[in-house]
């Protein structure tokens, strides 16, 4: 069982539509980290959070230390929102574990 | 100011030769990271240096990869005798790692490397 588990691993929607993203994990964390890959490869941090929620914009985090989970969730999705979302975490060390990610796709 | 810089963005070689990527972090970004991504599967870390140490090479596969940093600054991934298994976008990362892991990390553009 991986460490960090992300659903779906493929999503679709339509433009306007409200998205969350899952995250799981099973270890220890310093810090989970919400990051995007752009078809061209390119990864950005989107966020890093230890606790509670954050938002940028149309983009909100949460995480639920208890439970070892956290969702991102995009508002009013938009077709350059379409890109690889990759959950991942952080010890003490600071190197990052990996979810497999999660496909968007939002379509006109 | 300028981000993190890798090259080249892409490598084609050939079995049996040895290859160097590198990294040059955002200044001042005390902690390096370097990543590998596989065609179709996940990131997976690789090695993580402190200023010029590396104190956790735990993610590299064999003994044909290796890494330094010189300066604090500027990195190189070295993979000897390339296999075809090699093939895969090798990313950097660096950050201030002031904050036992919680500080963001910033990537680079990754090299993409082909093994034929």
């Known amino acids: 069982k991986n460490e960090v588990e992300q659903s779906p691993q493929n999503l679709t929607a339509q433009e306007g539509e409200f998205i969350t993203i899952n995250c799981s994990y099973s270890v220890g964390i310093s810090a989970l980290h919400w990051l995007q890959q752009h078809p061209g490869g390119g990864i950005v941090s989107l966020f890093m959070l230890s606790s509670g929620k954050k938002k940028h914009g149309r983009l909100i985090a949460t995480i639920n230390i208890q439970e070892k989970h956290s969702s991102l969730h995009i508002t009013a999705s938009h077709p350059r929102d379409s890109a690889v979302y990759i959950c991942?975490?952080?010890?003490?060390?600071?190197?990052?574990?990996f979810g497999t990610g999660t496909r968007l796709q939002v379509t006109l | 100011g300028a981000g993190v810089s890798q090259s080249p963005s892409n490598k084609v070689t050939e079995k049996g030769k040895d290859v160097e990527l590198r990294c040059d972090p955002i200044?001042?970004?005390?902690?390096l990271y370097w990543y590998r991504q596989r065609l179709g599967q996940g990131l997976e870390f690789l090695i993580y240096?402190?200023?010029?140490?590396?104190?956790?090479k735990s993610g590299l596969p064999s003994d044909r990869f290796s890494a330094e940093r010189t300066g604090e600054s500027v990195s190189t991934l070295t993979i000897q005798r390339t296999q075809q298994e090699d093939s895969a976008v090798y990313l950097c990362?660096?950050?201030?790692?002031?904050?036992?892991?919680?500080?963001?990390?910033?990537f680079g553009p990754g090299t993409r490397l082909l093994v034929l």
């Open positions: 240096f402190q200023g010029n140490s590396a104190p956790d």
């Open positions: 200044s001042g970004h005390t902690a």
């Open positions: 990362a660096s950050s201030l790692a002031r904050y036992g892991g919680k500080e963001t990390q910033y």
């Open positions: 991942a975490v952080s010890g003490t060390a600071s190197k990052l574990t």
